[in-house]
T-cell receptor, first 112, second 111 residues
Framework: DAGVIQSPRHEVTEMGQEVTLRCKPI?????LFWYRQTMMRGLELLIY????????DSGMPEDRFSAKMPNASFSTLKIQPSEPRDSAVYFC??????????FGPGTRLTVT | KQEVTQIPAALSVPEGENLVLNCSFT??????LQWFRQDPGKGLTSLLL?????REQTSGRLNASLDKSSGRSTLYIAASQPGDSATYLC??????????FGKGTRLHILP
């Protein structure tokens, strides 16, 4: 397996633009997690899905953020409109229930 | 190459006892270290974040220390409770945007 796949790896956009981050979990995993990493706040859980259903989105910073998982092999995290303070590295991770979470390589987002 | 080690791998203690979890890392050029709690079927919950310029952080019954020069961090849990049972992970971010996790300590608090 190729592991968790995220795209794009780097994204530079202007304030106010819509940003869509993509994640393909490891085949067979039924839990998917979106995290955000910044130097000041460390790694923060944004939202996670079990069997494609959002379970806990309390970490989503505000209404500008939304996440979907239309099927077991794909998820998106959308920011609309983007702001400079959204600049961070966004990680997707997947697991099979209670087992170890496998992280993707991350998407480095820069909003100017 | 950064490596993170956590000792012990598993720990069982009676309720009410204080305990210490250990984390060591090989590359001291870190800008922060983070402790997480993992409960079955859930995302990682951040417990404490220590910046490289700090020596310790406290949150309630939890206290985390950082000694960059020796490559060590400890998580101290006071007056343990059954609800503290979980897997505890420490992690450091790498220079190339990777997060390096230890394998965790599975903690079981005996009622």
């Amino acid at each position: 397996d190729a592991g968790v796949i995220q795209s794009p790896r780097h994204e530079v956009t202007e304030m106010g633009q819509e940003v869509t981050l993509r994640c393909k979990p490891i085949s067979g995993h039924n839990s998917l997690f979106w995290y955000r990493q910044t130097m000041m706040r460390g790694l923060e859980l944004l939202i996670y899905f079990n069997n494609n259903v959002p379970i806990d989105d309390s970490g989503m910073p505000e209404d500008r953020f939304s996440a979907k998982m239309p099927n077991a092999s794909f998820s998106t995290l959308k920011i609309q409109p983007s702001e400079p303070r959204d600049s961070a590295v966004y990680f997707c991770a997947s697991s099979f229930w209670q087992t170890e979470q496998y992280f993707g390589p991350g998407t480095r987002l820069t909003v100017t | 190459k950064q490596e993170v080690t956590q000792i012990p791998a598993a720990l069982s203690v009676p309720e009410g006892e204080n305990l210490v979890l250990n984390c060591s890392f090989t590359d001291s050029a870190i800008y922060n270290l983070q402790w997480f709690r993992q409960d079955p079927g859930k995302g990682l919950t951040s417990l404490l974040l220590i910046q490289s310029s700090q020596r310790e952080q406290t949150s309630g019954r939890l206290n985390a220390s950082l000694d960059k020069s020796s490559g060590r961090s400890t998580l101290y849990i006071a007056a343990s409770q059954p609800g503290d049972s979980a897997t505890y992970l420490c992690a450091v971010p790498n220079r190339d945007d990777k997060i390096i996790f230890g394998k965790g300590t599975r903690l079981h608090i005996l009622p």
